[in-house]
């Protein structure tokens, strides 16, 4: 049976490290593909640590999640690189150029909302996937995290003119390629 306490407490700390925890999963991440899962990965850690240790063990919430994602973070790519020495991370695609197979899945950008039509996601996709790490996460953080501009800058070093440049050319890149 679970222990109400557990989850009420996984809740609370869930809650008031989410955004923190993302922000800086997606700064360290080398692929914006493997945010989510390894935020999830480190709140299932959390849960495991709770239910195993007790709601009382734990003292500064943000310290003990944002030590479990770095470890996750520390893994998952020690074991990718691992992973590259024995199986191939490429395939090739329909157009017959060699693709990541971590390039394959979609980070979730934009909303349904923005995007009516299947063959303009496609176009989407493409052009978002075409951009540097750093246009990425810029996007990640502002519309799936919903970042300010200078919570970006702040979180990936760089100037709010940076961030704004990265940004709004790359939406009025997707304007052009919409209309």
Not at 71 to 99: A, C, H, W
Not at 103 to 121: G, P, R
């Amino acid at each position: 049976m679970v222990d109400p306490n557990i989850i009420s407490r996984f809740n609370e700390i869930y809650d008031s490290t989410y955004r923190v925890v993302l922000s800086f999963v997606t700064v360290r991440c080398s692929n914006t593909a493997d945010i989510q899962d390894i935020v999830q990965d480190t709140y299932v850690e959390l849960y495991r640590c709770l239910d195993k240790r007790g709601v009382d063990y734990i003292k500064n919430d943000k310290a003990f999640v944002l030590r479990i994602a770095k470890q996750k973070l520390s893994r998952y790519y020690s074991l990718m690189e691992r992973l590259r020495i024995f199986i191939p991370m490429t395939v090739i695609n329909q157009d017959g150029n060699e693709v990541e197979l971590s390039d394959l899945e979609l980070d979730a950008f934009l909303t349904e909302d923005f995007i009516t039509n299947q063959i303009m996601l496609e176009e989407v996709r493409r052009l978002i996937q075409s951009k540097e790490q750093d246009v990425k996460k810029v996007f990640y953080l502002f519309y799936d995290v919903g970042h300010s501009i200078p919570e970006i800058a702040k979180a990936l070093s760089m100037s709010e003119s940076n961030v704004k440049h990265k940004l709004y050319r790359t939406l009025k890149e997707l304007r052009t390629l919409l209309q």
